[in-house]
């Protein structure tokens, strides 16, 4: 299992996100995937690296949907192969336990 | 105010991490800084820069007082000027309204 | 045309990564993409998401295979669609003109 | 020694990114600390955090003056206790010997 987070940064379209950020939410929303909306980015829970890209791609054709003309995207990715990770069990271990 | 997150990979000390995200998450508790704990970043409010980097400082010192001989830390900052952010805000806005 | 560039991060495999750093240069040679290897992390250009993920996959896989246990791994994309960019073109910016 | 790579994007403030980033490097430049442009972030070298951190927040204020309400910033430091790093060995790894 794969743990990830991103956050799509929209340029040129003002200093306000928060249409982008719901638009995003909606698509995983749609897609099933097991997401945890944060301050900073949100969280996605993958079973494999095709599920994670297919979805930062879609948000990425979503925002150009809505007219964003360029998209910084930042991903990181915790690809754990001794153990199963899922968002719960990371974030156990972050909020204590 | 800043919004921000971080996240402190410890290298060379195994594949588990989390007595190293407790450490942090103590230090966190005992400066008195404002923090969220997500399952692949700790967010964190500050006034300053100078807080918000003392803080990743400090959890830097603390993993190499630790016996860690390379640390990577990855920080995602939002400094907004045109209104006043909180983790709060920034969740409820990724939490949908 | 997408530029992005990324990282991965081997956890429990002690402190030196040069190994591993160069494995994945060596993939990425072979699968022919274009990229350039910078002091904290890997740019590469690609024409589609598909070719910049299956790179990143690739490369994960690769220090599976190697024995890696842990691989933390940061990708920032820069997907533009008022113009067109490369690797040489946004180094030009960057180098200064 | 710490080697580091940060970019800081100016959201609200049209697609183009060059101006402000030739600003930053004008700041770098100035401030004497040892830096190596590259395609999606600008490497730094720094003696410690304070340093580190100092021309980041430079950075910030910098494109606050010209005038950017909204600036994200990504920052991913390389913090080696075992050995002494540089931009040009962390290249030259990169590089491949």
């Not at 940064?9 to 749609?30: C, N």
């Not at 150009?64 to 991903?75: D, H, L």
Request: glycine share 8%; no cysteine.
């Amino acid at each position: 299992m794969i743990v990830a987070d991103f956050a799509t940064i929209p340029m040129g379209k003002g200093t306000s996100a928060s249409h982008y950020v719901l638009a995003v939410h909606e698509l995983l929303r749609q897609s099933g995937i097991k997401f945890a909306a944060g301050p900073m980015s949100t969280a996605i829970e993958a079973s494999t690296f095709e599920e994670l890209f297919g979805v930062i791609e879609k948000a990425n054709e979503k925002l150009a949907e809505m007219g964003v003309q360029r998209i910084i995207t930042s991903v990181h990715i915790d690809y754990r192969l001794d153990k199963d990770i899922s968002i719960e069990s990371k974030l156990g271990i972050n909020k204590e336990k």
